[in-house]
């Protein structure tokens, strides 16, 4: 049995010569919340994107070191297959704006052959959006664009859109940052909700975010992890 959903030791990158992480080691326990917290342009956003390998997709980037994802080095991995397990969600909601909110979550599944039919699509749809506790907001306005709702509910869009894919882990780059209270609130309880099933990964700037949520705390400043984490419930 997998002691740690993501593992890594001793990461460098680069872009473009410049150097952003360095010498990061650490261990996201399975089916936890991990907070990465700190300042901006300290790494975080990077260190996420290069997880599931979103950061292949830069120009120039050179790493080092060795990442873990799921009990495989993440070299191993057909990059559409990780960032499937692994799904990366930004800080700015972009739901597909020509698409309709069942299209949104439809998308994935159907690309990705996870269902036979339009009856358990349909099902899929609803689970998504009910874990994102969106579903009660939405179910009648389904054919509508996602224009029609406010950034707090198209951000739970997105979640819900990563949800459909039934990942391991959800790496969430400072999902509240520009949503109201209100909303901030129900994605709080959603990912308190979802850790019982799958492994989060948030990085945030707000430290009682981070109080709240957090069964594993790190620091990172400048691109280094620089304080031992204060929660170590795992």
């Keep these: 049995m997998m002691e740690y959903a993501v593992s890594i030791e001793n990461l460098n990158l680069?872009?473009?010569?410049?150097?952003?992480?360095?010498?990061?080691?650490l261990?996201?326990?399975?089916?936890?919340?991990?907070?990465?917290?700190?300042?901006?342009?300290?790494?975080?956003?990077?260190?996420?994107?290069?997880?599931?390998?979103?950061?292949?997709?830069?120009?120039?980037?050179?790493?080092?070191?060795?990442?873990?994802?799921?009990?495989?080095?993440?070299?191993?991995?057909?990059?559409?297959?990780l960032r499937r397990?692994?799904?990366?969600?930004?800080?700015?909601?972009?739901?597909?704006?020509?698409?309709?909110?069942y299209e949104n979550i439809a998308l994935g599944p159907?690309?990705?052959?996870?269902?036979?039919?339009?009856?358990?699509?349909?099902q899929l749809v609803r689970w998504a959006l009910e874990k994102a506790m969106l579903w009660d907001e939405v179910k009648d306005r389904l054919d509508e664009k996602p224009g029609i709702l406010s950034g707090g509910q198209q951000q739970r869009l997105c979640i819900a859109r990563a949800l459909a894919l039934k990942p391991k882990i959800?790496?969430?780059?400072e999902?509240?940052?520009?949503?109201?209270?209100?909303?901030?609130?129900?994605?709080?309880?959603?990912?308190?909700?979802?850790?019982r099933e799958l492994t989060v990964v948030l990085v945030t700037h707000d430290h009682g975010q981070a109080e709240r949520l957090a069964d594993k705390l790190i620091h990172m400043k400048r691109g280094r992890i620089v304080v031992p984490s204060k929660i170590q419930a795992v």
């Excluded at 996420?48 to 009990?71: E, M």
């Excluded at 999902?175 to 850790?195: F, G, Q, Y």
């Design 85 to 101: 397990a692994a799904v990366y969600v930004s800080q700015t909601p972009n739901p597909f704006p020509h698409m309709s909110i």
């Design 170 to 173: 959800l790496l969430l780059d």
């Design 110 to 122: 159907v690309l990705h052959n996870m269902v036979k039919d339009k009856e358990e699509l349909d």
């Design 175 to 195: 999902p509240t940052a520009n949503i109201d209270p209100e909303n901030t609130e129900k994605i709080e309880e959603v990912l308190r909700s979802l850790c």
């Design 14 to 25: 680069w872009i473009s010569g410049r150097q952003i992480l360095y010498d990061i080691s």
């Design 27 to 81: 261990r996201v326990p399975i089916n936890k919340i991990t907070v990465i917290i700190g300042p901006s342009g300290g790494g975080k956003s990077t260190l996420l994107k290069t997880v599931n390998r979103l950061i292949d997709l830069y120009k120039n980037v050179k790493y080092t070191g060795k990442i873990v994802v799921l009990g495989r080095d993440t070299r191993k991995w057909n990059p559409y297959d």
